[in-house]
């Protein structure tokens, strides 16, 4: 059973962000996806002990043979995550946006924005502040994609695709501590 406990206080440096990269990888490409622990499971060892377990992905992913991460810049200072409660009382989960931009409109990018559109994908964003890796899509429901790309009419006006990864989960993004493994095991 979950105890409650006293959370907040002061962080020394409360800073915001996101670092420079994402990492994706296609939802059917992992063999297990590790989700947080419950708050109530027949199985007492899925049930979290703390507050931390309800929001914390321990044990890293496996992959299919062959299969990795691919990692994406991004715009400096474009990414945020943004978790807001969905659903009626009693029936509530949260749904979580990762927005980030990528520069540009040469081929690969474009090309890259096509792909995306009908994509179940797994995507992992590091926090600028903490160093927190946030998750989208789970063991059970994957993350979907939003594209828009934008060549704005002024020379110094944007010329990126703004790209929203989101998902639909019990809690806000959860913090993955697995490896990120970007090279495909044999």
């Known amino acids: 059973m979950l105890a409650l406990e006293d959370i907040g206080g002061q962080s020394c440096e409360p800073v915001a962000g996101l670092a420079n990269g994402i990492y994706y990888a296609p939802?059917?490409?992992?063999?297990?996806?590790?989700?947080p622990k419950k708050i109530c499971d027949p199985t007492p060892a899925n049930v979290a002990a703390t507050f931390a377990e309800l929001a914390e992905i321990s044990i890293a992913h496996t992959f299919k043979t062959g299969k990795?991460?691919?990692?994406?810049?991004?715009?400096?200072?474009t990414g945020s995550i943004k978790s807001t409660q969905i659903?009626?009382?009693g029936r509530g989960l949260f749904q979580n946006e990762l927005v980030v931009q990528i520069a540009g409109s040469a081929a690969d990018v474009l090309g890259y924005c096509r792909w995306l559109k009908n994509?179940?994908?797994?995507?992992?964003?590091?926090?600028?502040?903490?160093g927190?890796?946030?998750?989208?899509?789970?063991?059970?429901?994957p993350c979907t994609v939003k594209v828009?790309?934008?060549?704005e009419a002024t020379i110094e006006g944007n010329n990126s695709a703004t790209i929203t990864f989101s998902d639909k989960n019990f809690g806000?993004?959860?913090?993955?501590?697995?490896?990120?493994?970007l090279v495909p095991e044999a």
């Open 27 to 35: 939802h059917a490409d992992f063999a297990t996806i590790n989700d």
């Open 68 to 77: 990795c991460f691919f990692k994406n810049e991004i715009v400096t200072e």
């Open 87 to 89: 659903g009626e009382n």
């Open 119 to 130: 994509q179940k994908l797994v995507v992992l964003s590091e926090e600028f502040g903490s």
């Open 132 to 141: 927190n890796i946030r998750q989208l899509g789970s063991s059970r429901l």
């Open 148 to 151: 828009e790309h934008n060549l």
């Open 172 to 181: 806000p993004a959860p913090i993955y501590k697995g490896v990120i493994q």
